[in-house]
């Protein structure tokens, strides 16, 4: 498939990297490239610079930083999915990631790429949302930070102005007693775009829910929160929102409420909400498991 | 979480060179990072590389053990470099945008398409194609796994798919059928051949554990 021409860009550093897009009168930056090529080749965009992350080292680490998790825009999604400190500290990151496309897909794209082409069905954006994750972003006028959640102001727009870089996610380790989880809808089984999708987090104390977040993904231009949901789990015991309790099947119908979502060729928008409520149900159960027993299935991986 | 909030924790951020199964082969890249992030504005340096839009660069790329020059467009994606400037027509191109599995390829021993990746972005990359699991004439035990199994009919998936069974057995000396699954689910076959695909990925996977041969 054919590609027009461009100038191709490999800076090292970040500060490189903004001073190109600076100069550029309209370069891109290239990351995995599994949104940006497809795009090129299909001639949606044309960019006269394309700027390579490939080579900019801190762009591709995960550390622990004090109480935070520090991951790189250009860590791929399976580099999320077998890091020891990811899976330990934040599982349902990795479990996000692992839904996402294919195994070749997993090699290539980036969490970063995926978070910036800030489609409306982008795959970490929930689960980063609901463990309440920032940005840094990086452009000419020095650094910023701001709350993912912001980061989204429409479907594939972000906040982030011409010539700035997302540099990396910064996740607050969850204390003790803290659980999450994301489940995802899609029509088959692997390269499978999300229908609909619900991250939750929930951290219990003393056998109460003290605090809850529901984030949705694919049912709105931008991953949408719910805060009625939030409100009902917030300060109730346990044994109230245990599976199979009328006030769960109040909170999944909050979840679905506070949706927006589209007919499109994936499903119709009174589907979507179905799903939405189904999976709003699943995700909190397993969450909600997780922090009371303070084990993710699955977690100790290959 | 105010808007623009200063995020002090993260200011003195050091790489710990975490691996990431790496890009960074080439020389050069160290240090340097940690510096630029606290000088965003600083003035780009001669470190940066730049290729030209409509003119060929030779770039050097390192194919089944032997390292090539090439002259390229940055616009050609490594597909295109394989087959058409190289000649490594195992390589098979059929959707071009990342949906089919066709073009897999190792690159520093994990699958990916070639089709989604700029020839330019794998220098300093290890890359191997379907030819470069011969042994001379004869086939590797992947490829062996995929005759003794039939696992094709028309062919024209066949080397996407023994590449990504590849991949996986390199990584994961005993694949559960799940894994399996997982590990071929970016490789459509239109001809249906996956119940023989997956179980040549198995005798693959036995093969190199030096159990396989019979039954
Ligand atoms: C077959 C297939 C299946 C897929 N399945 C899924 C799926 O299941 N779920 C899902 O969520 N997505 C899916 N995707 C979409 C895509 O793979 C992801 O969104 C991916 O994470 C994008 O990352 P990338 O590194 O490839 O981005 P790129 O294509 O490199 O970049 C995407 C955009 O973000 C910009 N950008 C990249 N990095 C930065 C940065 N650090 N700072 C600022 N801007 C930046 C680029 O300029 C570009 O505009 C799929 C794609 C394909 C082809
Ligand atoms: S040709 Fe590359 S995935 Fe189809
Ligand atoms: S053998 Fe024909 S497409 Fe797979």
Redesign the pocket.
Known sequence: MYISDFRYHRPQTLAEAVALLETSRDG????????????LKQGKRFHEDVIS?TRIEE?HSIELHGDSLVIG??V??NQLIHSPLIRQSCFAISEAAA????EQ?RN???????L??A?S????APILIALEARVELIGGRGRRTLALANLFVDHRRTA?EKC????RIIVPVPPAGTGAAFEKF?LRQA????VASVAVMVRVVDQRCERASFVMGAVAPTPRISGKAAGLVEGRPVSQVSEGSELLERVARAVADDAAPLDDIRGSAAFRREVTATLARRAFEKALSRAVTGVAEGQAGR | MAKNQRDKDVETTESTGLSRRGFLTRVGVGAVSVAAAKSATAQPTSRAQALPATELSRITLNINGRQRQVLVEPRWTLSHVLREELGLTGTKVGCD???CGACTILMNGVPRYSC?TLAVEAEGVEIVTVEGLMDRENLGPTQEAFLTEDAFQCGYCTSGQIMAVEGLVRNNPDPSVDDIRTGVS?NLCRCGAYAHIFAAAQRAAAERQGVGGES
Do not use: F, Y
């Open positions: 891109v930056l290239l990351a995995g490239g599994t949104d940006l090529l497809v795009d992350l762009l825009a250009a791929t999604h839904t996402i496309g294919t897909i290539t794209a980036t969490v970063g790429g995926n910036c082409t489609a069905c982008a795959d970490t982030l700035e870089i997302l540099s899609g390269a499978n775009i999300s | 945008r990342g949906e989604l970016g």
